[in-house]
């Protein structure tokens, strides 16, 4: 899509104040950053108001924004179950059963948790097991955010994939938590301000003048096999819905980013209220992006690249169009920022301190720069951002969600269990991934019995922690023994 030049270098030099704005705030954050734990979780010091922010800016990026809405685009309401659906419902559900209780054991990482509960051997699976599942996600930001580069500067895909990646690990590295933290909260007031004013002006359009004419007009003309939020039209179909529903819901609770922004929180209710709120708040601002995923297939424009940025440029006086692309651009960077760090608190604190002396706040950004540069070589592997984010889900699904829920809830009394639940679970998975496989044996079992795959690792994970901890040995945890 060519844009004028007047309005390109207003553009350019926009974006360039935005981040001399971003290395700012990181600057100012890096004055709070003095050890380890206030690189990895702010010192335990975040307040509610900046607690939920974090939370929501972490997720609400390009799934949310670019990739459900292109994908709801071409498919309708269904492909919305990994996003904005799972990641909803994951910090709902996160609200209600895990951040109270994991708040209380005072972790720096999820792996401490696996440490604690199942030993050493646990916290090093699960630290392998995490890290790499975080590389498709960082990717898929990188090369969303780099498309709309493509699409508004003409800049060549492969270089802006390089220039994001440098952007959102330096201001990353410099202050930690903090940094991700302070510059999330003025990116997520950004997204939440540009997705209404784009709504508003589209069904504006729509409607001829009026807002709600234009709400009615895509219900009515939108396919009704667009509109059913379920597929219907045979079981595996809705079996592979409720798996994809059920990836991006629970395999987002064993994630370091969620746990993180916990951790940080100043006290167990702050905690839990962050994740009520952010999770209310994806899920209705979340629908957004899915709307205007249904409403820009009955515009006359030709959808060029991506569904949002293109209605922004078809419908947006420029000033408005440069606030929103900025906001677009803010809610890439808050996730790519908080992906980062996330892995990289697990590689240092479980991984790389156990065979080097370096000082850990150090080493923490050692490893953040690692993983951004692990990450960088999968943008460039050629998967699409909905397939890496489906791939990032499911790796902590199948390996860690189990001995989680075991490890908050009860005392374990066969340390073997953990790790046999995570590599039962992984390596099912994993020996399916290299032949494309999406069912449990899918070359033997014949319909009617295909069983999607990432629900059937799950569920040998389970067998493989009942077979050492068994149910009639099992010990509910007290309330101390999660402290």
């Known amino acids: 899509m060519e844009i004028g030049v007047g309005l390109k270098w207003t553009l350019g030099v926009v974006i360039a104040i935005y981040v001399i704005g971003m290395y700012a705030l990181a600057i100012v954050a890096q004055g709070k950053v003095e050890t380890s734990e206030d690189y990895i979780v702010a010192g335990r010091k ?54 109270g209780p994991i708040w209380r054991m005072k972790l720096l990482t999820l792996p401490d948790l696996f440490r604690r509960k199942y030993g050493s051997f646990a916290e090093i699976v699960a630290s392998l097991i995490m890290i790499p599942s975080y590389f498709g996600w960082i990717a898929a930001q990188y ?70 004419a234009g709400y009615n007009k895509v ?33 987002n609770l064993p994630g370091q980013d969620l746990m993180q922004r916990i951790f940080a929180a100043k006290s167990a209710r702050v905690a839990q209220g ?48 440069i606030i929103f692309v900025l906001a677009l651009m803010s809610a890439v960077l808050s996730t790519i920022d908080s992906a980062i760090i996330a892995p990289s608190s697990v590689l240092a604190q479980n991984l790389l301190s156990r065979c080097t002396t370096i000082e850990p706040l150090k080493l923490n950004r050692i490893a953040t720069l690692i993983v951004a540069v692990g990450a960088l070589g999968m943008a460039y592997s ?20 189990v001995p989680l829920m075991f490890g908050i809830y009860t005392k374990p009394r066969n340390r073997w269990s953990g790790g046999a639940s995570m590599l039962a679970g992984a390596i099912v998975w994993g020996l399916h991934q290299p032949w494309g496989y999406e069912s449990f044996l899918e070359p033997w079992l014949a319909n009617p019995l295909l069983i999607p795959l990432e629900i059937a690792a799950t569920a040998i994970s389970l067998l493989a922690y009942l077979a050492f901890e068994p149910p009639w040995r099992m010990q509910w945890a007290k309330e101390e023994d999660k402290e």
């Not at 994939?161 to 007031?189: E, F, P």
């Not at 050629?382 to 969600?401: H, I, N, Q, S």
Request: hydrophobic share 60%; proline share 4%; net charge negative.
């Open 382 to 401: 050629g998967e699409t951002a909905y397939g890496l984010l489906e791939t990032a889900y499911a790796m902590t699904l199948v390996g860690l969600f």
């Open 46 to 99: 975040l307040p509610l108001s900046l607690a939920w922010m974090t939370l929501l800016a972490t997720w609400f990026g390009a799934g949310t924004l670019l990739t459900a809405a292109d994908e709801v685009n071409a498919e309708g309401l269904q492909a919305a179950a990994l996003d904005p659906l799972g990641p909803g419902f994951c910090l709902l559900i996160a609200g209600l059963f895990v951040a």
């Open 219 to 251: 219900i009515a003309q939108t396919p009704a096999e667009h509109l059913q939020w379920i597929p219907r039209e045979h079981a595996k179909a809705t079996w592979d819905w409720i798996a994809v529903l059920m990836v991006a819901t629970l395999g």
């Open 143 to 212: 090369i969303a955010l780099a498309k709309m580069l493509e699409l508004y500067f003409g800049l060549d895909l492969s270089i802006g994939v390089a220039a994001v990646a440098i952007v959102g690990t330096g201001y990353t590295i410099a202050g930690g938590m903090w940094s991700v933290t302070l510059t999330d909260a003025v990116q997520i007031s950004l997204v939440l301000l540009g997705l209404i004013v784009l709504t508003l002006v589209v069904l504006w359009e729509i409607g001829e003048g009026q807002l709600i």
């Open 274 to 321: 962050a994740c009520f709120i952010a999770g209310g708040a994806y899920l209705t601002f979340g629908l957004i992006p899915v709307g205007l995923g249904l409403a820009a297939n009955l515009l006359p424009h030709q959808i060029e690249a991506s569904v949002l940025p293109t209605l922004a440029a078809a419908f947006l006086s420029p000033p408005v169009a």
